[in-house]
Each structure stands twice: as structure tokens, then as C-alpha cells.
């Protein structure tokens, strides 16, 4: 079993940034963690993920560069840099564990976090 915990979220403008971070607890995959969104009324996006081993990293287009996903192997953390946000980004932002081959298929994971939500206003 491995237990996910989101935190960093909060209300911010447009163009702050902000930095979540995943602690993770219990049986990691020693696969790979991804960032998800959820925009109100709209399906869960994968935004980004990184393998546990090699540090192998993947983007959202519409995120690549201005997001940074980063890993602390000791810490069993993930975070997610996000700058420059974006009203539309206004989210709930969740990490899940355990994808082996389709970073962006959320069936792929296997644990979920309970999310930590983003505001950004205009």
C-alpha cells in the first residue's frame, strides 16, 4: 500500500507561482509519479511525471517550460515548480504512483493523493 500527500496548493494571480510538493509513504512503485489537474466539470489531465530511478521526466505541451516536475529519492518527494500560471490552470492538482509505461493514461497508476487545490486568478 502506498499513501500520497499533496500539499502547496493555494490562491494566487496570474503569473505567481507556486511549487507542490508529493510526499509519498509505504510500498513505492519505484516506477514513476505523475502530476495530474482536475478543472471543475472537465476530465483529469496528466500534466507531468518523472521515473523514481533515472529521473526521466514528461510534459503537458501547454506546460513544458514553465512547469518543472523534480524528485528527492531520500525524502520519497515529488514536486511540481509551476510558473506563470494561468487563470484556466485554476485546478485540482493530485499525484499518482506506479505507471510503468503510458505516463499520461491515469489508469496506468496505481495510488492516488487526495489532491491539493489550485487557484489562479485573473
Known amino acids: 500500500q502506498v499513501q500520497l500527500v499533496e500539499s502547496g496548493g493555494g490562491l494566487v494571480q496570474a503569473g505567481d507561482s507556486l511549487r507542490l510538493s508529493c510526499v509519498a509513504s509505504?510500498?513505492?512503485?519505484?516506477?514513476?509519479v505523475g502530476w495530474f489537474r482536475q478543472k471543475p466539470g472537465k476530465e483529469r489531465e496528466a500534466i507531468a511525471a518523472?521515473?523514481?530511478?533515472?529521473?526521466?521526466?514528461h510534459y503537458l505541451d501547454s506546460v513544458q517550460g514553465r512547469f518543472t516536475i523534480s524528485k528527492e529519492n531520500a525524502e520519497n518527494t515529488v514536486y511540481l515548480q509551476m510558473n506563470n500560471l494561468e487563470p484556466e490552470e485554476t485546478a485540482v492538482y493530485c499525484c499518482a504512483d506506479g505507471y510503468t509505461t503510458t505516463w499520461y493514461e491515469p489508469s496506468q497508476y496505481r495510488y492516488w493523493g487526495q489532491g491539493t487545490q489550485v487557484a489562479v486568478s485573473s
Open positions: 509505504g510500498r513505492i512503485s519505484n516506477v514513476g
Open positions: 518523472i521515473t523514481w530511478s533515472r529521473g526521466s521526466t
